[in-house]
DNA sequence: ATACACTGTCGCATAAAACACAACAGTAAA
DNA sequence: TTTACTGTTGTGTTTTATGCGACAGTGTAT
């Protein structure tokens, strides 16, 4: 028996004085609302109501009963309300874990339009290039770059891509040669992205073949920028996302080489808990960043 | 659905971290756990836990939300505690009406004695000979001295008998004589029983037939204690519960007459309102009261 | 690495309940 | 007295609750 119908059943009669009126009220027929009633009496082993057929009076106990647990029921309704709210609103708090070179360049003035947009949403955005369970609790979105974790229990939101070239200082290049074949790797001082280290070797693709090729990888690092100012430095060739090194490179600072021999595109996706309800405020965020990298040309181009 | 139900599926998931531990818990299947903890989240429209096959997480809004409900059903079950206590245990208010007369002389000692019997239980005594609804909530019970009112929506619990008796003062009789039979009552100035005053008339037996016989009433009030002091002071025949009368007769004060035609004894009863769940307390009382006055034979005699 | 025990979820069948309708006895007002 | 309404109860039907079994997934111990 739901007791809880019983109880706004029993709180409907006693507002109302009768079983008929309560039955009107709440759209059900007077015997369910008297079934209801007597439930809730034989439950509770008391008598709620002194009921002739013409008139219904709360009993000294009923009295205690309605005033204790009208304020209960109310607060209850509130607590649905406010997770109700909350849930629908366009307000709360975004606990967002991004990699720190994409979060700096690429995603900080994307979020920043975002606040704009929403006003009420806060936004707790957290840098960093260590892995982070995007499960646990501490994140409601986690921005990734690198290949699909293909996890059941994760929801990956494919955002855009970002491409990434072979690039080195003309300093470099003037000292060790520019080269022309990808086995010339083997021989030149080469910078590895962290994330993405899996040994001595990076996969480029040659007209849409991937190739694995062996380098000689002098640095490595988990941060994309440090390896940029190796390579400025003239310290080596680097593989780098375009978001990091398109500048350097638009400068002169960098220069493409190789061009013929591209890495993979990275996959950047956002993600997240597959929750069967998701909050307003994360669909809508979600939304905001897939349109807002929809036409990110940006991240395509050297 | 049980929404209830549902909540401390919820609680105990939450508690346990476990679907099955839950289950194990409430004595249901996991099914159910799983089914009810689903409804909830469907009807709120949030989820609750972030669930993979191994570990069950609270979601940021089912904390909230078990924070929310937490004290709301704890207040509801201390609400339906101190209901069924009120109900249950032997304290509390016992609210009576009763006459004034019958109240002072034996309902008071019996009551004193119960309070002594139960000294948890508080008594409002309220004395008077006006007619009270007992179906109002003003009282639990209320003692009435008469003939049954037959009220189907009434409990009538008898509890003795009291004999009436004719007396008048010796001097009264000294002045008119003593009647020897009753039609000389409506020659004789007579003293009526507010409560029981239908016209200038008493009911008496005669060999157990009722006779109406026709009386001359110069005065009639509905305290019994106004028509004994009349009574004793020679102003009439006075028709009286021997309960009120019976220490002046034994004094002397009064005299029986016309004892062959003896009025119907009243019936002493409590009536209250027929709830199907009486608290312990009065049926307690209902039952001191039957017993304290089952050999009351000092009502029956004059 | 493999087996195993355990998990959350879902489909299915059944037992339990919620519910409306109709009928009944009682009551207040016309 | 009539009339319209009340609270209650029995009856049948629809809805829901519940257990069982199966499935895919996941830690643990061998």
Redesign the interface.
Known sequence: ????GAMRAFINVARQGSFAGAARQLGLSRSQINRQVVWL??S????LF?R?TRKV?????GQ??LA??L??LE??D???L???D???SLSGTIKINAPMSFGLTHLTPVVLDFMQTYPQIQVQLDLSDEKRDP?S?QFDMTLRIGPPENNP?LIEHDITYTSRCLCAAPAFLQRYGTPGSPDELKELPCLQYGNLVHGNYWDLLYQNKSQRVRINGVLSSNNGDVLRQAAIKGMGVALLPTFIVGEAIATGQLVPVLQAWQPAPLLVSLLY?P?????MRLSVFVKYIQTAFENAEFLLQG
């Open positions: 028996m739901d007791k809880l009496e034989d509770l082993g008391v008598s002194n002739t009076d709360l009993t000294h106990a205690a009963y204790n647990i304020p209960v607060n209850l509130d607590a649905e406010q997770l109700r909350n849930q629908q499960l609790n229990a808990a929750n069967r309800h998701m909050a």
